[in-house]
């Protein structure tokens, strides 16, 4: 089993959906939380960073996560076909793991006009 | 502009040669990390290194190597012995570690 699963879709949605991305994860120690967006031939982009269980708000973004449930979301509100891309999830345990990132496999989300 | 740049973007290497990819950041970041990427495998980890001087293997570094003799650069050596070389290599840093890391644009590399 992997540390982390993300399900890599791919997802279609139309222009102006609220956009639903997971992953779940096994290791109980990770505590901060990020995505990423990647566009085709690019490297990733950091867009969210989160420490422990919450919410983060950064415009259309919303980060959560649940740490009881080893559970983690990002939410995209009014997609843009600008957001098309393969999101990924990144965690890490921070401490002595000399910040080494564990990632998901990736989504690949399509915002069709 | 502060970044990461990666050259080349594409590479081939022939059968028994080692190639080079180059990782440069001005970000003044301590950190930095070699991934390589496959379809569907998500980002793992080859190499990382706290500081200058320093550097420590990562979850799939044989076949590979690399040096830190400048804190703004970080090349990534693949060797003859890695026998499955396709992939798309990435070069990230970060301010220090648990911080978030940022990556450059990429080396895609193909055997001739």
């Known amino acids: 089993q992997k540390e982390v699963e993300q399900d890599p879709g791919p997802l279609s949605v139309p222009e102006g959906a609220i956009v639903s991305l997971n992953c779940t994860y096994s290791n109980s120690a990770f505590q901060y939380f990020m995505w990423y967006r990647q566009y085709s031939r690019k490297g990733p982009e950091l867009l969210m960073y989160?420490?422990?269980?919450g919410n983060k708000e950064d415009g259309r973004f919303t980060a959560q996560v649940d740490k009881s449930s080893k559970y983690i979301s990002l939410f995209i509100r009014d997609s843009q076909p600008s957001d098309s891309a393969t999101y990924l999830c990144a965690m890490s345990a921070g401490g002595t793991s000399y910040g080494k990132l564990t990632f998901g496999q990736g989504t690949i989300l399509t915002v069709h006009p | 502009d502060g970044g990461i740049t990666q050259s080349p973007k594409y590479l081939f290497r022939k059968e028994g040669q080692n190639v080079t990819l180059s990782c440069e950041q001005n970000l003044n970041h301590d950190a930095m990390y070699w991934y390589r990427q496959d379809p569907g495998q998500g980002l793992r980890l080859i190499y990382y290194s706290q500081i200058v001087n320093d550097f420590q293997k990562g979850d799939i570094a044989e076949g590979y190597s690399v040096s830190r003799e400048k804190k703004e650069s970080f090349p990534l050596t693949v060797t003859s012995a890695q026998k499955n070389p396709t992939a798309f290599y990435l070069c990230?840093?970060?301010?220090?570690?648990?911080?978030?890391?940022?990556f450059g644009d990429g080396t895609r590399l193909s055997i001739l």
């Open positions: 989160t420490y422990s269980s």
């Open positions: 990230a840093s970060s301010i220090l570690v648990n911080q978030p890391q940022h």
